[in-house]
């Protein structure tokens, strides 16, 4: 029998609100809108290349978040009892580029994304706990490169190219170059935008970012519509 992923890995201590357990009275919350799920070892909860994930709590058991599933088996981290799975992506939609394989059978929390959505948009404690956490996650894999690898030279255009265009994006870049290449970088700042500073997240209680609205003050004279600040 093949061993599962992540035995003899303790879980990561809770680092800036990163991995933080979650009361009885939250879990709760979670499980009114979700259902409890029996899980064995092996079990994929999500796996890379999923186009989306629901939203997990460990009530017991542990699970492994695995880096190159079935190929290079990296885990990341593991996550037991009363912490939750996921990424930033969860909440923008990216695409899933980690993977989650139950370590040790237990119970899981189960819930929807559409389902968690509805349920923050009236939990500001969740809504904040929950956000806060994988803003410190996407952090974390940046440090640990986890998610996407652009592997080539620092000197060539094409990865250069390949990298900036990744960069963008909101998930974490390694830049894996050959020949003194660097490590990995965070988002640049132009790429930024949304709750906590990155693209999508103004969805996260329903509510889409809107754009800033400016007024002069010749356009209050002249009883003109605003103009956006996009546009000044």
Request: glycine share 14%.
């Amino acid at each position: 029998m093949t061993e599962p992923l992540g035995i003899g890995l303790e879980e990561p201590p809770d680092r800036n609100g990163a991995f933080p357990r979650l009361n009885d009275d939250q879990r709760a919350r979670l499980l009114a809108v979700g259902e409890l799920r029996k899980v064995a070892p092996g079990d994929v909860l999500f796996k890379d290349g999923d186009d989306s994930y629901d939203f997990f709590v460990v009530e017991s058991g542990a699970v492994a978040i695995v880096r190159g599933l079935g190929d290079e088996n990296h885990v990341i981290a593991v996550h037991g009892q009363h912490r939750f799975l996921g990424e930033l992506n969860l909440l923008t939609g990216g695409r899933v580029y980690l993977s989650a394989v139950v370590r040790d059978a237990g119970e899981m929390i189960q819930v929807p994304i559409a389902s968690l959505r509805r349920l923050v948009a009236d939990d500001e404690e969740l809504s904040n706990l929950i956000l806060r956490a994988f803003m410190a996650r996407r952090s974390i894999l940046i440090e640990v490169g986890g998610g996407v690898r652009v592997i080539g030279s620092r000197y060539s255009l094409d990865a250069r190219r390949l990298r900036e265009f990744l960069a963008r994006k909101p998930r974490p870049v390694p830049l894996g170059g050959s020949r003194g290449g660097r490590r990995g970088r965070k988002e640049p700042a132009r790429a930024r935008s949304g709750a906590g500073g990155y693209p999508g997240c103004g969805r996260w209680a329903g509510r889409p970012a809107r754009p800033v609205q400016r007024r002069g003050r010749g356009d209050a004279r002249a009883g003109r519509p605003r103009r956006s600040a996009a546009a000044v």
